[in-house]
């Protein structure tokens, strides 16, 4: 089982960027596929990014593709989301989460490919 906690939500304005951590415990890190995933109110989860374990391959969203980029450090145990030009819809709770190894794409964009998930933290952009 792994554990994961988010951190470096908060307000922003239009424009503006964030940088989220995503914390993991209790299983090897290095074998681990960590991705992001964001729920806004009302909308389904939906992914947002993912760096396999290998830190090979990277995948995003197209609505994010060259603002947010993810990155992990293994020696920290940590995986980060840095998210520029932010945008009102942007705003969402975002998720981190954790699978042994890799499936593939498109299949690692989606969110029963997962099965460790941290508790969430809240970004809002304003306008």
């Known amino acids: 089982q792994v554990q994961l906690v988010e951190s470096g939500g908060g307000l922003v304005q239009a424009g503006g960027s964030l940088r989220l951590s995503c914390a993991a415990s209790?299983?090897?890190?290095?074998?681990?596929?960590v991705g992001w995933f964001r729920q806004a109110p009302g909308k389904e989860r939906e992914f947002v990014a993912v760096k396999t374990w290998s830190g090979s391959s990277t995948y995003y969203a197209d609505s994010v593709k060259g603002r947010f980029t993810i990155s992990r450090d293994n020696a920290k145990n940590t995986v980060y989301l840095q998210m520029n030009n932010l945008k009102p819809e942007d705003t969402a709770v975002y998720y981190c989460?954790?699978?042994?190894?890799?499936?593939?794409?498109?299949?690692?964009?989606?969110?029963?490919?997962?099965?460790?998930w941290g508790q969430g933290t809240q970004v809002t952009v304003s306008s």
């Open positions: 209790g299983r090897t890190f290095g074998s681990l596929t």
């Open positions: 989460a954790a699978r042994l190894f890799f499936v593939g794409w498109p299949g690692i964009g989606r969110f029963d490919a997962y099965d460790s």
